[in-house]
């Protein structure tokens, strides 16, 4: 259903402007990619009629079809539709997690979050004509103690504050349904056993529709599967023919059912216009997420939407479409999403192994004394692959242009098509004159980067989108603006494009005019980042600042003092606060993370997002084992190979300082930013790795031109 935001009034009279210090000290203590924050009141709709929730773990898109779930295909028909990200608090979201998630309306678990086998939930205990669930309260005091601190029974609880009643058919159900206290109103064993009477006095009821769980969570077949869904939309059938022609339904996939990840089917009907969902927590047609299901659902009931649930009412996106169309689109877009999950860990590999090779080969050639047209062979070839090197994340986004998931081969097609888009950028970086300057090359491939990555953002993220160095919606770590490795990238290519330039227009004589141009364009790319419906970046946005007046100190031949880091910190963070405060202003339905993040600090909820994020920074290091080598070894060369001259034949890197000064305020100012990106971003050890992979290589093809004879102008 459409939210509506006419009529609202951005609260500037009423806002406690005394805490306004109190959001900024917070910011400076806090960066990273922050989920979104406390939920807004729901604007009231239509209470006529019971809201019901017909959860079926696992179920997907690819499922459905007219002839094998006709009365979910008819359903769909009158509905709106999306896909559903369901992940939780671990790799796989088993189905009562999904329940009790929906239960919070924020990421919840039955156990510890530790990886384990998913089985069915436990049966609650008759009361009456409800049912309470034993051991609740410990679930409870566990989910609040944990790093989401999600309140298991936010659902219950607000339909009861209300004045409603709950109903929950099922096991599953009951988990969703049950209140603060695991209590539901209204419990029957499985949806069949449901009385007529009682769809229809209860203000929101649940149901429990577990065939394709019960039909196995291991080496399932294909076959089995489908009878699982059949069975399945028959008891959907026997719920619909029953509900009053007043309730509103909605399907939703609440969970997986095997070590699958997929993103899951929901509905809700009956819709005004159906077409696709999308929703504030994703701004992504086709897609919401688990935690919207509890908004929705309570939204939909004319229950307002309590401040401990981080999801958002969801809302019709784009022009209609038939169900046929649309089932095929959210088919493909989880195949993709699916696709794109599993072909992260094969990519890292290979990019690990790539940059390993690389720093290897650029050893060789600075440590060996080649003589004559070998040495001039040896290094124009070393220059080559690291230049290639740097425009390996810029080729891994161009490579969203093409339908490569759509492949035979998709994961071989994918590398293929990074290694062509790779080719291509190095071959227009050494296509002019410019080729012979020694750092005119690397400035091309900076520039092409942070354009695209710019142009990007601005427009939506879909070169982001399904990257294996972007977001994935399976994952769920973030659905909009700029991922943590996508910012290490694009502030690295400022700040060396911004050295280029400034090399070019100090050697002309225009070192003033070379400062103005760092920081113009700093400033410039520091809008996109901090911008709420841009970058949207947390930390990115504290870390930024630093490295862009640390390069346009070092151009202006200023030294550095820890004074001036501290001074660009606390600017950074002025930055951010200001961000997040204007959209805190902004309705409910049109905030960003930024802004609720705002709201939270204004509320006194922040610490728990501020130590989860805290936590997962520091965890980072283990979890990342591919980025964490990356940065030990691009670290090691950058020392080793380029800046001692004691232990190799030329300081080549000083020999490059020598030939383009600017080149030193680049890589300082991206040094700056990587590091305190590490320690403001909650992936840490991924921004100083994309940051290093990209500079190092960059330094490597300056350094190996320096120790060419000077053959002509440049640029």
Not at 52 to 81: I, K, M, S, Y
Not at 347 to 357: E, K, T
Not at 517 to 522: I, K, N, R, S, Y
Request: proline share 6%; net charge positive.
């Amino acid at each position: 259903m459409r939210l509506s935001c006419s009529g609202a009034r951005w609260p500037i009279a009423g806002w406690p402007w005394r805490r306004l210090p109190v959001l900024v000290l917070l910011v400076a203590l806090f960066g990273g990619a922050l989920g979104p924050g406390t939920a807004h009141a729901a604007t009231r709709t239509n209470t006529a009629g019971p809201v019901v929730v017909v959860g079926v773990p696992g179920l997907r898109w690819d499922d459905l079809g007219p002839r094998g779930t006709p009365n979910l295909w008819r359903l769909a028909g009158r509905a709106e539709l999306a896909n559903m990200s369901t992940y939780t608090v671990s790799g796989v979201t088993c189905p009562v997690d999904g329940w009790l998630t929906v239960s919070a309306g924020q990421r919840a678990s039955f156990g510890s979050g530790a990886p384990r086998e998913c089985g069915l939930p436990p049966s609650p205990s008759a009361s009456g004509s409800g049912a309470v669930l034993p051991g609740f309260a410990g679930i409870r005091a566990r989910n609040l103690r944990g790093e989401y601190a999600a309140s298991v029974g936010s659902l219950g609880t607000a339909i009861h504050r209300s004045g409603g009643l709950t109903m929950a058919a099922g096991p599953g159900a009951a988990f969703a349904a049950a209140d603060d206290q695991g209590r539901v109103d209204f419990y029957a064993s499985a949806p069949e056993a449901v009385p007529p009477a009682a769809w229809a006095s209860a203000r929101l009821a649940v149901v429990d529709v577990e065939d394709i769980q019960s039909a196995g969570s291991v080496d399932i077949t294909r076959t089995r599967r489908a009878a699982a869904v059949r069975q399945a939309d028959r008891r959907i059938g026997i719920v619909l023919t029953a509900l009053p022609a007043s309730a509103k339904v909605l399907v939703a996939g609440v969970s997986d059912t095997s070590r699958r990840n997929s993103l899951h089917v929901v509905l809700a009907a009956p819709a005004a216009r159906p077409g696709y969902l999308t929703s504030a927590s994703t701004r992504r047609q086709g897609l919401v997420t688990l935690t919207d299901l509890t908004a929705g659902a309570l939204s939909a009931a004319g229950v307002p939407v309590p401040g401990t649930v981080v999801g958002r009412a969801w809302h019709p996106n784009g022009e209609p479409v038939t169900v046929a169309a649309a089932a095929s689109w959210l088919s493909d877009a989880n195949r993709a999403a699916e696709i794109s999950q599993h072909s992260m860990t094969p990519f890292w590999i290979a990019f690990m192994a790539g940059q390993l090779l690389l720093y290897t080969a650029g050893a060789l050639a600075l440590r060996r004394d080649w003589q004559g047209r070998r040495r001039r062979r040896v290094l124009a070839a070393t220059r080559t692959v690291a230049l290639c090197g740097a425009a390996g994340p810029l080729a891994t986004y161009l490579v969203n242009l093409l339908p490569w998931s759509r492949s035979p081969h998709p994961v071989t097609t994918m590398l293929a098509c990074v290694a062509g888009f790779d080719i291509l950028i190095v071959a227009a970086a050494l296509a002019g004159r410019w080729r012979r300057d020694v750092i005119a090359p690397g400035t091309i491939i900076a520039a092409l980067t942070m354009v695209t990555f710019a142009a990007d953002v601005m427009t939506g993220a879909r070169l982001q989108w399904n990257s294996v160095t972007g977001y994935n919606p399976i994952i769920a770590g973030r659905f909009y603006g700029f991922a943590n490795i996508a910012f290490a990238a694009y502030a690295t290519a400022v700040l060396l494009t911004a050295a280029g330039l400034a090399h070019l227009l100090v050697t002309r004589g225009h070192r003033r005019g070379a400062v103005l141009v760092v920081l113009a364009l700093g400033a410039a790319a520091e809008v996109v980042t901090a911008w709420p419906d841009w970058g949207a970046k947390f930390g990115g946005t504290i870390a930024f600042v630093p490295g862009i007046v640390i390069t346009a100190l070092i151009v202006a031949g200023r030294r550095i003092s820890p004074a001036h880091v501290v001074g660009c910190v606390v600017a950074g963070v002025a930055v951010i606060a200001t961000s997040a405060f204007v959209d805190h202003l902004r309705p409910p339905a049109h905030r960003t993370h930024l802004g609720e993040f705002a709201g939270q600090v204004l509320n006194g909820q922040a610490a728990t997002v501020v130590s989860r994020k805290a936590g997962a920074m520091l965890r980072s290091v283990g979890h990342s084992p591919e980025l964490t080598i990356l940065t030990v070894a691009a670290l090691l060369f950058l020392w080793l190979a380029l800046i001692r001259p004691t232990r190799w034949r030329a300081g080549a890197l000083e020999l490059a300082y020598g030939r383009a000064p600017a080149l030193r305020a680049g890589l300082s100012g991206a040094f700056a930013t990587s590091m305190i990106g590490f320690l403001v971003e909650d992936s840490g050890i991924s921004v100083p790795g994309i940051a290093l992979a990209i500079a190092v290589p960059l330094a490597l093809a300056a350094a190996v031109r320096a120790l060419e004879p000077v053959t002509g102008r440049g640029w």
